[in-house]
Protein backbone atom coordinates (compact mmCIF):
# COMPACT_ATOMS: atom_id res chain seq x y z
CA UNK A 1 0.00 0.00 0.00
CA UNK A 2 1.28 3.38 -0.97
CA UNK A 3 1.45 6.11 1.67
CA UNK A 4 1.35 9.75 1.26
CA UNK A 5 4.94 11.30 1.26
CA UNK A 6 3.99 14.64 2.18
CA UNK A 7 1.92 13.15 5.59
CA UNK A 8 5.01 10.34 6.27
CA UNK A 9 7.25 13.42 6.07
CA UNK A 10 5.04 15.57 8.46
CA UNK A 11 5.24 13.02 10.78
CA UNK A 12 9.14 12.58 11.09
CA UNK A 13 9.20 16.73 11.17
CA UNK A 14 7.30 16.37 14.12
CA UNK A 15 9.14 14.07 15.51
CA UNK A 16 12.01 15.91 14.62
CA UNK A 17 10.54 18.78 16.52
CA UNK A 18 9.84 16.53 19.97
CA UNK A 19 14.00 15.29 19.46
CA UNK A 20 14.82 19.01 19.02
CA UNK A 21 12.43 20.31 22.48
CA UNK A 22 13.94 17.08 24.24
CA UNK A 23 17.52 18.25 23.27
CA UNK A 24 16.77 21.39 24.70
CA UNK A 25 15.63 20.25 27.82
CA UNK A 26 18.63 18.02 28.26
CA UNK A 27 21.15 20.19 27.26
CA UNK A 28 20.06 23.37 28.32
CA UNK A 29 17.86 22.90 31.32
CA UNK A 30 18.54 26.41 32.64
CA UNK A 31 16.84 27.57 29.46
CA UNK A 32 13.85 24.95 29.51
CA UNK A 33 14.19 26.59 33.45
CA UNK A 34 13.63 29.67 32.44
CA UNK A 35 10.82 29.12 29.34
CA UNK A 36 8.91 27.13 31.94
CA UNK A 37 8.28 30.30 34.38
CA UNK A 38 7.99 32.32 32.02
CA UNK A 39 5.38 30.65 30.36
CA UNK A 40 3.72 29.51 33.71
CA UNK A 41 4.41 32.96 35.81
CA UNK A 42 4.65 35.63 33.25
CA UNK A 43 8.51 36.24 33.84
CA UNK A 44 11.63 34.32 33.12
CA UNK A 45 13.29 33.88 36.68
CA UNK A 46 10.52 33.15 38.79
CA UNK A 47 10.81 29.39 39.61
CA UNK A 48 14.31 30.73 41.56
CA UNK A 49 12.67 32.22 44.00
CA UNK A 50 11.97 28.93 45.28
CA UNK A 51 15.72 28.48 46.53
CA UNK A 52 19.03 27.41 44.84
CA UNK A 53 18.34 23.70 45.39
CA UNK A 54 14.57 23.68 43.81
CA UNK A 55 15.99 25.62 41.12
CA UNK A 56 18.53 22.73 40.73
CA UNK A 57 16.02 19.70 41.23
CA UNK A 58 13.82 21.94 38.31
CA UNK A 59 16.43 21.75 36.09
CA UNK A 60 17.66 18.08 36.56
CA UNK A 61 13.65 17.53 36.18
CA UNK A 62 13.76 18.82 32.96
CA UNK A 63 17.35 17.39 31.61
CA UNK A 64 15.75 13.62 32.56
CA UNK A 65 12.15 14.31 30.50
CA UNK A 66 13.88 16.10 27.92
CA UNK A 67 16.23 12.63 27.56
CA UNK A 68 13.12 10.74 27.54
CA UNK A 69 11.75 12.70 24.90
CA UNK A 70 14.50 12.88 22.46
CA UNK A 71 14.12 8.65 22.75
CA UNK A 72 10.61 8.82 22.37
CA UNK A 73 11.07 11.23 19.38
CA UNK A 74 13.83 8.62 18.07
CA UNK A 75 11.65 5.39 18.67
CA UNK A 76 8.49 7.37 16.70
CA UNK A 77 10.97 8.45 14.10
CA UNK A 78 11.54 5.01 13.20
CA UNK A 79 8.22 3.66 13.53
CA UNK A 80 6.94 5.81 10.90
CA UNK A 81 9.74 5.52 8.86
CA UNK A 82 9.94 2.08 9.17
CA UNK A 83 6.32 0.71 9.73
CA UNK A 84 3.76 3.95 8.68
CA UNK A 85 5.76 4.81 5.52
CA UNK A 86 5.03 1.42 4.07
CA UNK A 87 1.23 1.59 5.49
CA UNK A 88 1.34 -0.82 8.25
CA UNK A 89 -1.72 -0.36 10.81
CA UNK A 90 0.82 -1.27 13.40
CA UNK A 91 3.26 1.39 12.91
CA UNK A 92 0.02 4.04 13.12
CA UNK A 93 -1.57 2.00 16.02
CA UNK A 94 2.06 2.19 17.63
CA UNK A 95 2.44 5.81 17.52
CA UNK A 96 -1.21 7.02 18.09
CA UNK A 97 -1.34 4.75 21.18
CA UNK A 98 1.99 6.32 22.50
CA UNK A 99 1.01 10.24 21.78
CA UNK A 100 -2.63 9.52 23.62
CA UNK A 101 -0.77 7.59 26.36
CA UNK A 102 1.03 10.85 26.84
CA UNK A 103 -1.01 13.22 26.25
CA UNK A 104 -3.99 12.02 28.82
CA UNK A 105 -2.46 11.63 31.33
CA UNK A 106 0.24 14.41 31.29
CA UNK A 107 -2.48 17.20 30.34
CA UNK A 108 -4.64 15.66 32.89
CA UNK A 109 -2.34 16.10 35.92
CA UNK A 110 -1.57 19.68 33.98
CA UNK A 111 -4.76 20.85 34.01
CA UNK A 112 -5.32 18.97 37.95
CA UNK A 113 -2.87 20.89 39.35
CA UNK A 114 -3.88 24.53 37.76
CA UNK A 115 -0.70 24.20 34.84
CA UNK A 116 -3.56 25.28 32.36
CA UNK A 117 -0.39 26.44 30.30
CA UNK A 118 1.09 23.59 29.78
CA UNK A 119 -2.21 21.42 29.14
CA UNK A 120 -2.26 24.33 26.12
CA UNK A 121 1.42 23.53 25.07
CA UNK A 122 0.80 19.94 25.34
CA UNK A 123 -2.13 20.51 22.52
CA UNK A 124 0.37 21.96 20.27
CA UNK A 125 2.30 18.92 20.11
CA UNK A 126 -0.31 17.08 19.84
CA UNK A 127 -1.70 19.00 17.14
CA UNK A 128 1.54 18.20 14.92
CA UNK A 129 0.97 14.73 15.27
CA UNK A 130 -3.29 14.80 14.91
CA UNK A 131 -3.06 16.63 11.12
CA UNK A 132 -1.34 13.43 9.42
CA UNK A 133 -2.71 10.93 11.34
CA UNK A 134 -6.11 11.80 10.76
CA UNK A 135 -4.98 12.17 7.25
CA UNK A 136 -2.90 8.82 6.97
CA UNK A 137 -5.45 6.54 8.90
CA UNK A 138 -7.39 5.44 5.62
CA UNK A 139 -3.92 4.67 3.85
CA UNK A 140 -3.00 1.94 6.49
CA UNK A 141 -3.13 -1.61 5.51
CA UNK A 142 -3.91 -4.75 7.23
CA UNK A 143 -0.53 -6.07 8.64
CA UNK A 144 0.16 -10.08 7.84
CA UNK A 145 0.16 -12.24 11.16
CA UNK A 146 3.56 -13.74 11.97
Not at 13 to 26: K, N, P, R, T
Not at 28 to 35: I, N, S, V
Request: overall charge positive.
Amino acid sequence: MVTSVFWVRWLLAACGGVVLFGLLLALAPDLARAGFSWMVYGEPQTIDRFGAEAARYIGLAHAVMGSLMVGWGLALAWVVKSLVRRGSRLGWNIVAVSLLAWFVPDTAASLAFGYWQNAVLNVGFAALFVAPLGALRGQMGDDPVH
